[in-house]
C-alpha cells in the first residue's frame, strides 16, 4: 500500500504535467513516483530534468545497456517497483529477450559482453549496503569504458538509489504495463510486485 498516494493527472500542475509527459516514451506511462512527486512540483521538476540528462547517450553507453544498469541496481537493492520499470524501458529500447530474461544472472549469461559484465558487476557492487566497489572494479572498468562513460554509468546507479529508495520506502503502486513485463521476465527470479500492489 502507497504511503503517500500519487495525484491524478488532472491535479498536476500544468506546466509540470507536459513536462512528465517524457517519461510516456521510456515507460508507456508517469510514473506513479513521478505523481507522488508532483505533490511537491519542484521536486517532479528536478528529478523529471535529472532523469533526463541521466539518460543522455553521448558515448558508449546505449538507452538499453543503461537501463540494464538500473536493473542491477534496482535487483540488489531489492526494489520490485524499479526492477519491473527497467526491466520494462529495456525491452522498449530493444533488448532482446535473450537478454532480458537472463540480466538477473548476467555473469553466467553468453548474451552479455565482458565489457558489459564488468560495467554490471560495477553497478552490483555500487548498490550493496556497505558500498561493495573495490579499486580492483576501477581497473577492471578502466579496460573497456573512457571516463566519460564510466561517468555515465555512475549517473545511472546513483539515480536508480534514489528511485530505490522512494520507491521502496513510499510502497509507490506499480503500474500495469511495469507489472505485465516484470512477470514476463522476471518470473525466474521469483519477482512479484510485492508491496507495490
Not at 558515448?59 to 542491477?72: A, C, M, N, S, W
Not at 555512475?154 to 536508480?160: P, R, S
Amino acid at each position: 500500500m502507497a504511503v503517500v498516494d500519487p495525484l491524478p493527472e488532472e491535479q498536476i500542475e500544468q506546466d509540470l504535467l507536459k513536462q512528465i509527459q517524457f517519461f510516456k516514451g521510456p515507460l508507456g506511462v508517469i510514473p506513479n513516483s513521478v505523481r507522488t512527486m508532483a505533490r511537491k512540483p519542484h521536486l517532479a521538476k528536478a528529478f523529471t530534468e535529472l532523469n533526463r540528462a541521466v539518460m543522455i547517450c553521448e558515448d558508449q553507453v546505449t538507452p538499453e545497456f543503461k537501463r540494464l544498469i538500473g536493473y542491477v541496481t534496482s535487483m540488489v537493492s531489492g526494489c520490485r517497483y524499479c526492477q519491473a520499470h527497467t526491466i520494462l524501458a529495456s525491452e522498449r529500447f530493444g533488448s532482446t529477450e535473450e537478454r532480458l530474461n537472463s540480466v538477473f544472472n548476467y555473469r553466467n549469461s553468453d548474451h552479455f559482453s565482458d565489457r558489459e559484465k564488468v560495467a554490471l558487476d560495477f553497478a552490483f557492487a555500487a548498490a550493496e549496503v556497505p558500498n561493495g566497489v573495490t579499486e580492483e572494479h576501477a581497473i577492471n572498468l578502466r579496460k573497456f569504458w573512457t571516463d566519460d562513460d564510466i561517468v555515465e554509468i555512475m549517473g545511472v546507479i546513483a539515480l536508480f538509489g534514489f528511485l530505490n529508495r522512494w520507491n521502496d520506502s513510499m510502497g509507490s503502486a506499480l503500474e500495469d504495463l511495469p507489472r505485465q513485463v516484470g512477470e514476463k521476465y522476471l518470473q525466474d527470479t521469483g519477482w512479484s510486485a510485492g508491496k507495490h500492489r
